[in-house]
């Protein structure tokens, strides 16, 4: 099993930014890809940022703004996030896939007021 701890989230003003920590313990071996999705209320949650070797994703809509990161010495995954924007508060959620198993954190809020 893998817990996920995120970390980080909290109220900024728009334009601003936030680094979201993610600490996985348990079973670290064979997790391939690590990210960061996220829910706004009444909508559906979504992509934020994908790594998996290295090899990064983004949702187009972060794009130029968001990094992720990953250090897997630190069994841990970073999200990097500038230029926020009010739309953009949502609960983040750390995920990570394990032989074919997805699994997530608790979430953490951001909130980017106006």
């Known amino acids: 099993q893998v817990q996920l701890v995120e970390s980080g989230g909290g109220l900024v003003q728009a334009g601003g930014s936030l680094r979201l920590s993610c600490a996985a313990s348990g079973i670290f071996f064979g997790i391939m890809t690590m990210g960061w999705y996220r829910q706004a209320p009444g909508k559906q949650r979504e992509l934020v940022a994908t790594?998996?070797?290295?090899?990064?994703n983004y949702a187009d809509s972060v794009k130029g703004r968001f990094t992720i990161s990953r250090d897997n010495a630190k069994k841990s995954v970073y999200l990097q996030m500038n230029s926020l924007q009010p739309e953009e508060t949502a609960v983040y959620y750390c995920?990570?896939?394990?032989?074919?198993?997805?699994?997530w954190g608790q979430g953490t809020q951001v909130t980017v007021s106006s």
């Open positions: 995920y990570a896939k394990r032989f074919g198993n997805d699994f």
């Open positions: 790594i998996t070797s290295g090899n990064t």
